[in-house]
């Protein structure tokens, strides 16, 4: 079938390698076979496929090698190798019409080429769960068409350079989980079009909250173990799209505010691990979307018969501080409806990081259908120290302690 130029295969069960007279379909313009049991080595005829412009071999977990054989498809606008075990690294390649780039949890390395930030066309870039120890690139120059870079997981170092702000467009920034240091750079507050920003997990050091409040189109926002000091911020009563808060292992102080009842949309609020003290607000009775509610590991006091008691908030997990001390004192929250009890400064309670799923589906458009959480392989910060560490698994529905 030598005039043959698509064929799309995905999700098929294929097993076996892929066969070197691949390269002999010289007119493929597609090919796909994402989401099957393929192993082994890509052959090395796939160099042949010179008129190729979307290549899907994802989802696969045995595909092997390097990507060196791929550099030169010069008319590539979509290429997705996610999932699988193969090396190499991102330099010198010539791909100028590239719109979307995949190559999450494989096993790249050398230090990311700072030329994708800086890609005419580059759209998507998922770069997570590689091995790119080196520091973040800094040689970033205006660029209005990504809209989406994640790099969990990755193993940078270094700080985030304000010069990160020159990707204008960026809607999904995702920076969790590396090794990252210094402060959280202002430039963020002017990247009004994000709808997804993560930078859990790194190595900051202490800052006040960014004011974050003119990113209003803000859906998620995770900055789980940033070491942010003081209050829970005002400015968050204005995200009205947002549907995850994650504040987990901070250093906030004060009490919940009263006005995180207007947050309606929110469906998991993540606090705990934090200094916070009060009562649990009354307001939260008009958080009806609320499914994940974490507030152990303060030294907040009362009870929770707001929750309890309310027919419109029924959240699914529900942690706090109301388990007796070790002496018989009394639980710092009365609590009747928590599906886990908490003692106080006991840290072996709910101490796995809850990190929602990280990797949405390009087949939808980089959307996340759904939230899925992992708790039993959830990462600590990466480093190069410590290069064994685990990322999250996308298996569907949630995942509770």
Not at 97 to 107: F, I, W, Y
Not at 145 to 164: H, M, Q, V
Not at 335 to 364: F, G, H, I, L, M
């Amino acid at each position: 079938m030598t005039n043959l130029k698509g064929i799309g295969m995905m999700k098929t069960g294929l097993s076996g390698s892929l066969p070197e007279w691949i390269g002999t379909l010289t007119r493929l313009t597609t090919l796909g076979l994402g989401d099957n049991k393929l192993h082994g080595t890509i052959p090395d005829s796939i160099e042949n496929l010179r008129e190729l412009k979307i290549l899907g071999l994802d989802g696969n977990g045995g595909l092997m090698g390097n990507i060196e054989k791929l550099k030169q498809l010069s008319n590539l606008e979509a290429l997705y190798l996610e999932s699988n075990a193969l090396t190499g690294n991102l330099h010198n390649t010539n791909w100028p019409n590239l719109k979307e780039l995949d190559v999450s949890n494989n096993a790249l390395d050398l230090e990311f080429p700072v030329e994708f930030f800086n890609h005419p066309n580059l759209e998507v870039l998922d770069i997570h769960g590689n091995m790119m120890f080196g520091t973040f690139p800094d040689d970033i120059f205006e660029n209005t068409k990504l809209e989406f870079f994640a790099a969990y997981n990755s193993g940078f170092s270094g700080t985030i350079p304000d010069r990160i702000g020159f990707l204008k467009n960026l809607k999904h920034l995702d920076l969790s989980f590396n090794g990252l240091n210094g402060t959280i750079t202002d430039t963020l507050t002017k990247m009004t079009n994000l709808q997804y920003l993560a930078t859990s997990g790194n190595h900051f050091s202490s800052q006040p909250m960014l004011d974050l409040s003119k990113l209003t189109n803000l859906v998620d926002l995770s900055m789980k173990h940033n070491h942010i000091v003081g209050t829970i911020p005002n400015w968050i009563g204005e995200l009205t799209n947002l549907h995850l808060l994650d504040f987990d292992s901070n250093e906030l102080t004060g009490s919940i505010p009263t006005w995180i009842g207007l947050v309606q949309s929110l469906e998991y609020l993540l606090l705990n691990r934090n200094q916070l003290t009060g009562t649990i607000p009354s307001q939260l009775q008009n958080m009806r979307h609320l499914q994940v509610l974490l507030l152990d590991g303060n030294s907040m006091t009362g009870n929770a018969n707001v929750i309890c008691e309310s027919e419109s908030v029924k959240p699914s997990t529900f942690i706090a501080d109301c388990y007796p001390g070790t002496n018989g004192e009394r639980p710092e929250i009365e609590c009747r409806c928590c599906t886990q009890c908490c003692a106080d400064e006991d840290t072996s309670c709910n101490n796995k990081q809850w990190t929602s799923n990280v990797d949405p589906s390009w087949e939808y458009g980089y959307i996340r259908p759904r939230y899925t959480f992992s708790l039993a392989n959830a990462p600590a910060s990466y480093s190069k120290a410590d290069v064994n560490v685990d990322g999250t698994d996308e298996d569907a529905g949630m995942m509770l302690p």
